[in-house]
Nanobody, 125 residues
């Protein structure tokens, strides 16, 4: 089983930037897609971005396309989410997730089966 630990959340003003990090351990990191999801109070957890096992393919929700960038470092077993031009509606707990099957891309909740504890991102207007 894989362990995921997020960091980098905090309070940021609208229009600012934030970089989330996720450290993975417990299995061969480079074989699995990685994703970021978020959950705002009273809402369901939603897909934000994902990256395939090699880093060659990335996927984004329409709400963050052009503002957020996902990347990974298969040597350091890390995945990142660079958040630029943040908006108050980006306020949520952000979760890192690891893919369910090796060498399979994923963009849905059921494509991932390991989750971090989450990191809070709050965007002030």
């Amino acid at each position: 089983q894989v362990q995921l630990v997020e960091s980098g959340g905090g309070l940021v003003q609208a229009g600012g930037s934030l970089r989330l990090s996720c450290a993975a351990s417990g299995r061969t990191f480079s074989n699995y897609a990685m994703g970021w999801f978020r959950q705002a109070p009273g809402k369901e957890r939603e897909f934000i971005a994902s990256i395939n096992w090699s880093g060659d393919s990335t996927y984004y929700a329409d709400s963050v396309k052009g503002r957020f960038t996902i990347s990974r470092d298969n040597v350091k077993n890390m995945v990142y989410l660079q958040m630029n031009n943040v908006k108050p509606e980006d306020t949520a707990v952000y979760y890192c997730a690891s893919g369910k099957w090796p060498f399979q891309d994923g963009t849905k909740y059921q494509d991932f089966n390991s989750w971090g504890q989450g990191t809070q991102v709050t965007v002030s207007s």
